[in-house]
């Protein structure tokens, strides 16, 4: 017998008080068809980092959020019962972003399990991709990401549901296009040998059907559940049949290779899809993506579209999700991101990272930095023994712990604005690894100086930082 979805009774009306569903990355393909679907059966909160000018839709509540900003999420996520995630950071949100997506992705799931923590959010719903039976070693970057949020959301006291799903087709689906572009751009197709790496496509339709049913329901609280239709197809197959539905005679055959590079140039190029997307996404096709029959969803019967019903639908159709429309972001232009991630052995605390940096910079550079502790705890980097600091960090106890330490940049002769950078360092992963990040830095010197002088000296130095960690281990 089936366990029907929670909900909280209204004494004064004696019905169903709907449940109050927030979801980050609403604007994205999946969150905005949800809205658009379901508007009506919860309190839908949609995420957005920009303010909303115009709401199509009076009742869905937008909020304001930066995901990086812990505080800041814990603010959007106020009053939730349960939390869709669908972020993937693929897009710079910064002029300069220096660390990787898995590292990003990393530390927004961690920021986004914590401010559902000190909400007391119920449940939190990710919706992932299909991960092969495999080694965690041998996943590719985008599928080891995948698996390496997932593990983050479900790391505290909200009750993590995790979806994983192969290829969803519908209109505005980005893995879609990419496959509906190349046959309607190439007249002869020529399919490097990952094309024949075999899948389980999924509509739209069907997915938010099952993502509205895991919504609420204990019976799927800290369970993985694995979604796709049941036909098998390679991903040649797909493009053959793609292409029988637009009606466009293709010449498709395959070469015996598997060339990372001619693939990510192929599908970009005649894909129209950007490199951060295409590349991960490419890196993944090597393995088999199928639904595996320990996690395969049976909470309910479904009769799955098929992937010629769901291609025509992704086609034909001319309905689009309602959005807000956004006021222009206005804040300073040259910001930096800079996040990098170091393997923590050992085990040992934020706090003892963030100490042994304090430490270790002016000792490195013995000769060049000086670091002083001022009377009220600010730690400033001097250059030789000048008056005026290089950087100037203020922790902030009352948001630091032993797991995370935060630090304002609040002076410094190569900062430009002191009222909103920081630097941070945090355990993730259960203390395997350790994060080290600094957030919408602006620096002093022009762009074109900062980026080819101080912005690589900063890798330089925390690539150094981070084998004087391995050394210690």
């Known amino acids: 017998m089936l366990t029907q979805p929670f909900s909280f009774m209204d004494k004064s009306l004696n019905a169903p008080k709907k ?46 959020v930066e995901l990086y900003s812990i505080t800041s999420t814990v603010e959007a996520l106020k009053g939730v019962d349960v939390a869709i995630y669908l972020v993937h950071s693929m897009n710079a949100s910064t002029r300069l972003n220096q660390g ?33 039976d495999e080694q965690e070693d041998s996943l590719s970057r985008h599928l080891k990401s995948r698996l390496e949020v997932e593990q983050t ?19 505005g689906g980005s893995s879609f296009d990419m ?86 140039f192929w599908v970009g190029l005649f894909g129209d899809s950007p490199p951060q997307l295409v590349s991960p996404l490419v890196e993944s096709l090597k393995h088999t993506l199928t639904v595996h029959s320990k996690y395969k969803f049976s909470g309910k019967e479904l009769t799955y579209l098929t992937f010629d019903q769901a ?38 605390s934020a706090l003892w990272v963030a100490n042994r940096y304090a430490i270790w910079l002016p000792s490195f550079f013995r000769f060049l930095i000086n670091g002083k502790v001022t009377e009220r705890g600010d730690l400033g980097f001097h250059l030789l023994w000048g008056k005026k600091p290089m950087l100037q960090l203020t922790q902030i106890p009352d948001r630091s ?54 912005a690589k000296l900063h890798l330089w130095v925390m690539n150094r930082f981070k084998k004087y960690l391995s050394k210690k281990s």
Not at 108 to 130: H, P
Not at 153 to 167: E, P, V
Not at 253 to 263: A, R
Request: one cysteine or more; charged letters at 20%; a positive charge.
């Open 19 to 64: 449940l109050t569903v927030v979801i980050a990355g609403a604007g994205g393909y999946i969150g905005s068809w949800f809205i658009e679907k379901y508007r009506d059966s919860y309190h839908l909160i949609g995420l957005s980092r920009k303010k909303v000018k115009s709401n199509p839709y009076p009742e869905v509540e937008w909020r304001q």
């Open 100 to 132: 990787s997506f898995e590292d990003t992705d990393l530390l927004l799931a961690d920021n986004f399990s914590r401010a559902a923590e000190l909400n007391g959010v119920k449940q939190i719903v990710y919706l992932g991709g299909l991960l092969p």
């Open 153 to 171: 959301l479900g790391s505290r006291s909200a009750k993590l549901t995790a979806i994983r799903a192969s290829i969803i087709v519908g209109p």
């Open 179 to 264: 496959i509906k572009n190349l046959v309607d751009r190439l007249p002869i197709l020529m399919c490097p040998k990952w094309t024949e790496s075999v899948t389980q496509p999924i509509s739209l339709q069907d997915t938010l059907e099952i993502l509205d049913f895991c919504i609420g329901n204990p019976s799927y609280y800290h369970k993985t559940i694995e979604i796709g239709s049941p036909e098998i197809l390679s991903y040649k197959e797909m493009l053959k049949r793609t292409a029988e539905v637009l009606g466009k005679r293709r010449i498709i055959f395959s070469v015996p290779v598997f060339s990372l590079g001619f693939s990510k």
């Open 311 to 348: 291609v025509h639908f992704a086609l034909e159709s001319k309905e689009r999700p309602n959005l807000p429309t956004f006021h222009y972001s206005v804040g300073a232009k040259n910001t930096v991101r800079s996040i990098q991630r170091f393997s923590n052995s050992n085990r040992n």
């Open 401 to 454: 712990d032993e797991q995370r330490q935060l630090f304002y940049i609040t002076g410094g002769w190569l900062v430009k604005r002191f009222d909103y950078g920081w630097l941070e360092f945090r355990e993730v992963l259960d203390s395997r690894y350790i994060i080290s990040a600094i957030h919408e830095f602006v620096p002093r010197l022009p762009w074109f100086v900062y980026v080819h002088t101080q």
